[in-house]
């Protein structure tokens, strides 16, 4: 079965950074879309950052030059690195993936604290 494992996420306090990780296994990972989604308290879960499987990236504007997502096939992972953290970035960081066949995916989640 497919799943996703996302690690890295803890307390920071503002202007910090964090590496999320995500580690996919029974999925075609070279061959699916990976994106980072996250969920603030009392709020609907958003898109962050994508990244096709020819390695094209988007980003939220709330995001744009602070954060970067990467992938390394070889390890079946896929890296949200976020640098300059702020308070509102606090969140659960969630893993998924859309494979070539166009079914999706979702990781348990890793919280994210940005806090004085």
């Known amino acids: 079965q497919v799943q996703l494992v996302e690690s890295g996420g803890g307390l920071v306090q503002p202007g910090g950074f964090l590496r999320l990780s995500c580690v996919g296994s029974g999925i075609s990972f070279s061959s699916s879309r990976m994106d980072w989604y996250h969920q603030g308290p009392g709020k609907e879960r958003e898109l962050v950052a994508m990244?096709?499987?020819?390695?094209?990236?988007n980003y939220a504007d709330s995001v744009k030059g602070r954060f970067t997502i990467s992938r390394d096939n070889a390890k079946n992972t896929v890296y949200l690195q976020m640098n300059s953290l702020k308070p509102e970035d606090t969140a659960v960081y969630y893993c998924?993936?859309?494979?070539?066949?166009?079914?999706?995916?979702w990781g348990e989640g890793t919280l994210v604290t940005v806090s004085a």
């Open positions: 990244i096709t499987s020819g390695d094209t990236t």
């Open positions: 998924h993936a859309r494979d070539w066949n166009g079914s999706d995916y």
